[in-house]
Structure formats: structure tokens, C-alpha cells
């Protein structure tokens, strides 16, 4: 064991600088500790996660009711978690085995989710994420990945937004690197802390009060359930709050699947008018003033992927994130640039965000009469437009640029516009415009 302990921290310390491969001189220690633990990310390969903690704003769901335990339940030792109006509180009990309050369903997979913890009494904690459960002579075992928080033990290690298996191996990805020193300080003692958690497919990242943490894959928990640890120990009481979550589907769903425009109505909420056809998956605008239609659902974080065709000189646009009474919000702006007058202006030309970011003068643009394939993907506060497969503009709302573009803006006067949740909207401009294979998958 000295021997390969010796010939890792010669691996992981060849070099003096910042690399994922480097163990801080104050973790060494923790190498012979958990050197058995044969699951674990070895230095050299870690992965580092230098991502901005995700936006936090927008539609999640909170896991936890505020009144009882619907939708959960308690395994493993005789631990108390007590249902608060605004909090769980648990409560270690000398003796007893950790405990995990697992919510019934099984399914979670690609997700971001949020929790705070505040430690009462110092103990260790955590979140199971796409945890399984298995049949033991004690009742049901949880076990899987584990996203860490330990509170302030004498000994704390800093490992807080760590990644631990759970009744699974040990120890996956410690955060003992040079690289993670930053989150290693991130907990804050006597004060509520944050934990944020991505999963998408096998990856795994997490942050700690803002500080990125983990960076983990796993091709084996993809699945699971999700638990709120009370870890066993002589003492503990560990307070749990906002606990939120905001699932993602790889699945698109076609906005016109039905063959009509019975996911669909008018601004007034009206059926759709003659004007509007549908012919062999194709949507057509013509006839006189048919005008614009919306999505009876409505929408804040997607993706939308579409196709559309502009007549000779014409002008339409899709628009999203909509306030129906002021019929407002951000368009992926679609114009015949060589005919429309319209196209003098940068920010009004095909994929422009309207009125405030051009488009890049490279796109790669079809004229009009030509199918285009267009992309919105609005994520938080960022958003993106794509063409015919290429990226050709982006934006964060509310950063330095775009308080800059939309002060100048025909929107300056209306607050918190492009952060609505709205309808998508297809254009009545007046001219010719044909759609298909519009489809929306929520982010």
C-alpha cells in the first residue's frame, strides 16, 4: 500500500502549478485514508467544474408541500424529520442508523435542483440524487450517488458539493485538488448554505453557494430516487429548505401533432381563423388579416426547433416569452432580407433577436421561397437563435450589452420584458409565410 501510495502522489504533484491532477498539501492526508475505496476519480482524471452556477430563476418545483411527507418516505435508521411550513427539520438520534427521507417517485434522470441546508446542531448530510433502493433483513436500503454535506465537523475536510456512494463504494469524486480549494471554503457556518445540482445523462456538476464544486460522471445512476440524509453520529440537527427541482425532457412534442390547431387560438382566445391553413404538415398565412396566433400553453425555458419559407419582399416573425395583452415579446425575426425595406436595419433581419441583436453577416441565410431551419433555445437569461444549423446570435438578458441594446430598444419602456413566461406566437405581418415541423421541448 506505501508503494502505491508513494507512486499516486508522485502522479498527482509533479507539478506546482493549479491542474486537476494536484492534491492540496492539506488533503494529503486523505489519500492513505480512503485509498481502498476503489470507485473513486482518480486525481489525475478528475474532471473540474468551472461553469457559473446555473440561473435559479424561473419554473421549478418544490419538492417539499410545507405541511407533511406526501410524496415521501422515511428508510433506513429510527431518525426524526420534522415537517415545518417552511423547512425540514431532522434530527440525529444516538444509535440509530443514517436515515433517508426518499421521495415515491423513482424516475428522476436529467434535472437542475436546489436545496439549502442550515446545520442547528453540527452533523453530516446530503442529497441522494437518482438513487435506487434494494431489500435488505432491515427493510429497504438507499443507495447510489450522493451529493455531500458534512456542516463543521472538528475535522472537516471541505468536501461539501462532493459526490459520495452512498452504501455504493465510498468515496466517487473527493474535492481534495488544488482546483477545488475554492469550494472547499465555500460553507458558511451559522447561516444557510445552497447546494445546486445538474444532472444531465451521466454528468453530474454541483456548486456550493455559488462556487463550482463537482464534476462527476457516471454511466451507472442515471435513475433514481431523490433523498434528504440525516447521516448517523452522537449528535446532529440539520435544517432543509426551498428544496426545488426543474426536470428536463429530451423529448420534443410537435405544436401541431393533432393535424389542426387545437393547441392554438388567437389573442382573444378565439379559434384560429381561415386565414390559418394546414395542408400536409405544412402551415400556411395567407388570406386577409387572419392575424397573429398563439400557444394555449405557455412557455419560459425551451427549446423550439422549426422550419419556415418567407414569400418574395415578406416579412413574419416567432415570437416568445409573450405578454398577450401587450402582445410583446422576444422574436426570431424572419424576412426576405434582399426585398423587405426592413432589412436596412441590422437587428430587424433574419434571426435577429428584433429590435436589439443582429444576427451574425455570415448566417448562413436561404432566400426567400427557400425552406430555412430555424432554433430558439431560451435558458434563463440566456438566449440563443440558430439558422440552418449555425449559432448566429446570443444574448443574456439583463447583462451589461443588452441593458445597453434595449435602452434603445422600442421595448425600453416595459419592464422585465424577454423574462415573461408566454405563449409562442406565430406572426400575422401580413404576407405570405409557410411553417412545419414546429416542435417545443421545455428545458
Given at each position: 500500500m506505501q508503494t502505491y501510495i508513494a507512486l499516486w502522489l508522485s502522479v498527482c504533484c509533479l507539478t506546482t502549478g493549479l491542474t486537476a491532477g494536484t492534491v492540496s498539501e492539506s488533503q494529503q492526508k486523505f489519500i492513505a485514508k480512503y485509498q481502498s475505496q476503489k470507485y473513486k476519480v482518480a486525481p489525475e482524471?478528475?474532471?473540474?467544474?468551472?461553469?457559473?452556477?446555473?440561473?435559479?430563476?424561473?419554473?421549478?418545483?418544490?419538492?417539499?408541500?410545507?405541511?407533511?411527507?406526501?410524496?415521501?418516505?422515511?428508510?433506513?435508521?429510527?431518525m426524526i424529520y420534522e415537517a415545518h411550513p417552511d423547512k425540514i427539520v431532522g434530527k440525529v438520534v444516538p444509535g440509530e442508523k443514517s436515515a433517508y427521507l426518499t421521495t415515491d417517485r423513482g424516475d428522476y434522470t436529467n434535472f437542475l435542483l436546489t436545496a439549502e441546508f442550515y446545520w442547528k446542531v453540527s452533523s453530516n448530510s446530503g442529497i441522494m440524487i437518482r438513487a435506487k433502493l434494494r431489500d435488505s433483513q432491515d427493510g429497504k436500503v438507499v443507495?447510489?450517488?450522493?451529493?455531500?454535506?458534512?456542516?463543521?465537523?472538528?475535522?472537516?475536510?471541505?468536501?461539501?458539493?462532493?459526490?459520495f456512494g452512498q452504501s455504493a463504494g465510498g468515496w466517487y469524486y473527493p474535492l481534495w485538488l488544488d482546483a477545488h480549494a475554492e469550494a472547499r471554503q465555500a460553507l458558511k457556518q451559522e447561516?444557510?448554505?445552497?447546494?445546486?445540482?445538474?444532472?444531465?445523462?451521466?454528468?453530474?456538476?454541483?456548486?456550493?453557494?455559488?462556487?463550482?464544486?463537482?464534476?462527476?460522471?457516471?454511466?451507472e445512476f442515471q435513475q433514481g430516487h431523490l433523498s434528504l440524509q440525516v447521516h448517523s453520529g452522537k449528535s446532529g440537527e440539520v435544517h432543509f429548505r426551498n428544496v426545488k427541482i426543474r426536470e428536463f425532457t429530451d423529448s420534443f412534442v410537435d405544436l401541431f401533432q393533432s393535424g389542426d390547431f387545437s393547441a392554438w387560438k388567437r389573442f382573444d382566445g378565439a379559434p384560429v381563423q381561415a386565414g390559418w391553413q394546414i395542408h400536409d404538415g405544412v402551415i400556411f398565412r395567407g388570406g386577409l388579416k387572419p392575424g397573429s396566433i398563439v400557444t394555449k400553453t405557455e412557455y419560459s425555458d425551451f427549446e423550439?426547433?422549426?422550419?419556415?419559407?418567407?414569400?418574395?419582399?415578406?416579412?413574419?416573425?416567432?415570437?416568445?416569452?409573450?405578454?398577450?395583452?401587450?402582445?410583446?415579446?422576444?422574436?426570431?425575426?424572419?424576412?426576405?432580407?434582399?426585398?423587405?425595406?426592413?432589412?436596412?436595419?441590422?437587428?430587424?433581419?433574419?434571426?435577429?433577436?428584433?429590435?436589439l441583436f443582429a444576427p451574425s453577416e455570415s448566417k448562413p441565410y436561404k432566400p426567400a421561397?427557400?425552406?430555412?431551419?430555424?432554433?430558439?433555445?431560451?435558458?434563463?437569461?440566456?438566449?440563443?437563435?440558430?439558422?440552418?444549423?449555425?449559432?448566429?446570435?446570443?444574448?443574456?438578458?439583463?447583462?451589461?450589452?443588452?441593458?445597453?441594446?434595449?435602452?434603445?430598444?422600442?421595448?425600453?419602456?416595459?419592464?422585465?420584458?424577454?423574462?415573461?413566461?408566454?405563449?409562442?406566437?406565430?406572426?400575422?405581418?401580413l404576407d405570405e409565410v409557410w411553417y412545419r415541423n414546429v416542435q417545443i421541448r421545455t428545458l
Open positions: 482524471d478528475a474532471l473540474i467544474n468551472t461553469d457559473a452556477e446555473p440561473d435559479l430563476s424561473g419554473n421549478f418545483v418544490d419538492l417539499y408541500n410545507g405541511n407533511n411527507f406526501d410524496g415521501w418516505t422515511i428508510y433506513g435508521g429510527e443507495y447510489g450517488t450522493q451529493v455531500e454535506m458534512e456542516g463543521f465537523p472538528d475535522n472537516q475536510r471541505g468536501w461539501s458539493g462532493g459526490i447561516d444557510w448554505n445552497r447546494v445546486t445540482i445538474l444532472c444531465q445523462g451521466p454528468m453530474v456538476k454541483t456548486w456550493v453557494n455559488g462556487i463550482p464544486a463537482a464534476h462527476y460522471r457516471t454511466e423550439l426547433k422549426f422550419e419556415w419559407r418567407i414569400s418574395a419582399a415578406g416579412n413574419s416573425g416567432i415570437k416568445y416569452r409573450v405578454i398577450p395583452e401587450k402582445r410583446l415579446g422576444l422574436e426570431y425575426q424572419i424576412l426576405d432580407d434582399e426585398r423587405h425595406p426592413d432589412s436596412k436595419k441590422l437587428n430587424h433581419r433574419t434571426a435577429s433577436i428584433y429590435d421561397g427557400e425552406w430555412n431551419s430555424g432554433r430558439i433555445v431560451a435558458a434563463g437569461k440566456r438566449v440563443e437563435h440558430w439558422l440552418n444549423g449555425e449559432k448566429v446570435v446570443e444574448a443574456e438578458i439583463g447583462g451589461a450589452l443588452w441593458k445597453q441594446r434595449f435602452a434603445t430598444s422600442k421595448y425600453s419602456r416595459h419592464d422585465g420584458f424577454g423574462t415573461w413566461s408566454g405563449p409562442i406566437l406565430l406572426q400575422d405581418h
